[in-house]
Nanobody, 126 residues
Framework: QVQLVESGGGLVQAGGSLRLSCAAS??????????MGWFRQAPGKEREFVAG????????FYADSVKGRFTISRDNAKNTVYLQMNSLKPEDTALYYC?????????????????WGQGTQVTVSS
């Protein structure tokens, strides 16, 4: 079992910045062996991929809608993944979720996403 706890959401004006954090834990799991990701879900919409990062942090992936504005990173010593969000827009308003893969997805990208945090709300006012 994997536990994911997000933090850092809030209310910000358009053009502002926020940094989300996700602390991961799980018995028998080595955080640094797995990719991690961020997803978001706006009211009335499907959950969508935002950003992903490989186990080493050397490769990152982004949805077209956030490229150039968001940066995903990780600190394997702290079992934590981050999402730096700059130049925020009202359309970025959503519940943001951290995601971790299945146990069989070591050293795999894209992995099978299996674990989700409770989400952290990001609201961008115009």
């Amino acid at each position: 079992q994997v536990q994911l706890v997000e933090s850092g959401g809030g209310l910000v004006q358009a053009g502002g910045s926020l940094r989300l954090s996700c602390a991961a834990s799980g018995r028998g799991r080595t955080f640094s062996n797995y990719a991690m990701g961020w997803f978001r879900q706006a009211p009335g919409k499907e959950r969508e991929f935002v950003a992903g990062i490989t186990w080493s942090g050397l490769s990152t992936f982004y949805a077209d809608s956030v490229k150039g504005r968001f940066t995903i990173s990780r600190d394997n010593a702290k079992n934590t993944v981050y999402l730096q969000m700059n130049s925020l827009k009202p359309e970025d308003t959503a519940l943001y979720y951290c995601a971790a893969p299945t146990g069989s997805s070591q050293y795999t990208y894209p992995p099978s996403w299996a674990y989700w945090g409770q989400g952290t709300q990001v609201t961008v006012s115009s």
